[in-house]
Nanobody, 122 residues
Framework: QVQLVESGGGLVQPGGSLRLSCAASGFPFRSYAMSWYRQAPGKERELVAAITTAGGSTDYADSVKGRFTISRDNAKNMVYLQMSSLKPEDTAVYYC???????????????WGQGTQVTVSS
């Protein structure tokens, strides 16, 4: 049974920090690229950060560059999002996503977590 379980969300003041975690199970984690998305009320879900299978490459939305850091631990089947200098506009539900392509085929495997709420407010 595939599971992605996010944790670590909560209420934080502007300028504060949070570390989100995503625990994966039920699939070969180290073969999947991982990413964090977020969705604010009334807005579309957007990509926040992504990391390749071995963690050698990362990418970030312009709005979070320099403030957020994505990382993964393939031995523990975990992916993290360290968020600092948080702003009210970072308020959203944050989702973990796993994605893998089957080479030379159109097959894509994709899994999502249930999300964790992050609220940045004084």
């Amino acid at each position: 049974q595939v599971q992605l379980v996010e944790s670590g969300g909560g209420l934080v003041q502007p300028g504060g920090s949070l570390r989100l975690s995503c625990a994966a199970s039920g699939f070969p984690f180290r073969s999947y690229a991982m990413s964090w998305y977020r969705q604010a009320p009334g807005k579309e879900r957007e990509l926040v950060a992504a990391i390749t299978t071995a963690g050698g490459s990362t990418d970030y939305a312009d709005s979070v560059k320099g403030r957020f850091t994505i990382s993964r631990d393939n031995a523990k089947n975990m992916v993290y999002l360290q968020m600092s200098s948080l702003k009210p506009e970072d308020t959203a539900v944050y989702y973990c996503r796993a994605r893998a392509l089957v080479l030379f085929t159109p097959t894509v495997y994709e899994y999502w977590g249930q999300g964790t709420q992050v609220t940045v407010s004084s």
